[in-house]
């Protein structure tokens, strides 16, 4: 048998910590993957045990580090009362101060991940704990990955979704008519990685597979992936992305101006008094003589004034 002789190669090129080596291994994962849950939803458990073997050998090794020790992982979810790439802060009245009161009390949110048990075996009871942990690993390692791989993650989350419902006839989709349970970070999963295919050449299907995840998700009542899958679905641009798949990829994304931009162009009642006293502490008969020119002055003012505040978007262009 072919299959037990390139799972053994693969695991000793992953065991080897080889950079290259290791994302030679993960680029076959999605199909490792959907290997093993065809077989299991089959029932015939023991033509997967190469398949199996793999999995847990790279899940236990990904689950340590160098000295054996058990990692974990942090994510610092970030504050919208900090600038970034992405977004300023909103500079008006008392929204500025309650961001700055929280920017200032360091109030962040981390999201932590293990430590991971050890796995000797796959069971239906940590199946998914084992499948989710490694599809992370893949999508942490998406750029490396070439067309080939995203083209087979994209298809395989589109079969996992629909195979043994309705939809599995529309899509055409021959060979396992069982359903394929899920868990619902397995499925948050899989949408991370289809997002990443979307700017990265494979646009039509991105597309298929996430409305075959949010009609899976939908008939499960998962909530974490119908809120990521509608939230890429409607960040998404009208028209797939023309550009090239290799090479550097640009997205245009309109932004407010930054609050320094803001403060010194927008028209305060503080200015408007300012300009009224000004007026006033002129002489009555200077004022009547000058109507005709102040009231031209006050005039430009006011449509500079405007000119500068109506400016309130400008494009950029971030390289991905």
């Known amino acids: 048998m072919l299959l037990e002789p390139v799972c053994h190669q693969l695991f000793e ?3 080897s910590g080889e950079e290259q080596l290791l994302r030679f291994t993960l680029q076959f994962l999605p199909e490792l993957i959907w290997c ?3 077989v299991s939803a089959s029932r015939n458990v023991h033509s997967s045990g190469c398949i199996e073997a793999l999995l847990l050998g790279v899940y ?3 689950i340590v580090d160098k000295q054996g ?4 992982l942090s994510f610092t979810i970030p504050s919208l009362s900090k600038p970034s790439v992405y977004h300023e802060p909103s500079s008006i009245g008392s929204m500025a101060l309650t961001e700055s009161a929280l920017s200032q009390h360091g109030l962040s949110k981390v999201v932590y991940s293990g430590p991971h048990p050890q796995r000797e075996m796959l069971t239906a009871q940590n199946r998914f704990e084992v499948l989710t942990f490694l599809l992370l690993c893949y999508n942490a390692t998406l750029t490396y990955m070439p067309s080939v791989s995203l083209q087979s993650l994209c298809q395989i989350c589109s079969r996992i979704s629909v195979c043994g419902y309705p939809r599995q006839h529309v899509r055409k989709y021959k060979g396992v008519s069982s359903r394929i349970p ?3 970070g397995f499925m948050v999963q899989m949408l991370t990685g289809i997002y990443f295919a979307f700017y990265n050449g494979e646009w039509d299907l991105a597309q298929k597979a996430l409305d075959d995840i949010i009609y899976r998700a ?3 009542l998962y909530p974490e992936p119908l809120l990521v899958a509608n939230a890429i679905k409607a960040s998404l641009p009208h028209g797939p992305m023309k550009s090239s798949k290799e090479g550097t990829r640009c997205i245009q994304v309109e932004i407010t101006p ?6 010194r162009n927008a ?3 503080m200015s408007i008094r300012g300009h009224r006293w000004k007026r006033h502490g002129r002489s009555k008969g200077s004022r009547q003589n000058r109507s005709s020119s102040d009231m031209e002055s006050v005039s430009c003012w006011n449509l500079q004034s405007r000119f500068k505040y109506d400016l309130s978007f400008e494009k950029i262009v971030f390289k991905i």
């Open 13 to 15: 090129f992953y065991r």
């Open 36 to 38: 093993y849950l065809a």
């Open 60 to 62: 236990n090794l990904e």
């Open 69 to 72: 020790h058990s990692k974990v």
């Open 182 to 184: 899920v868990s619902s």
């Open 218 to 220: 939908q008939l499960e």
């Open 258 to 263: 930054t609050s320094s931009r803001i403060s």
């Open 267 to 269: 028209v305060t009642s």
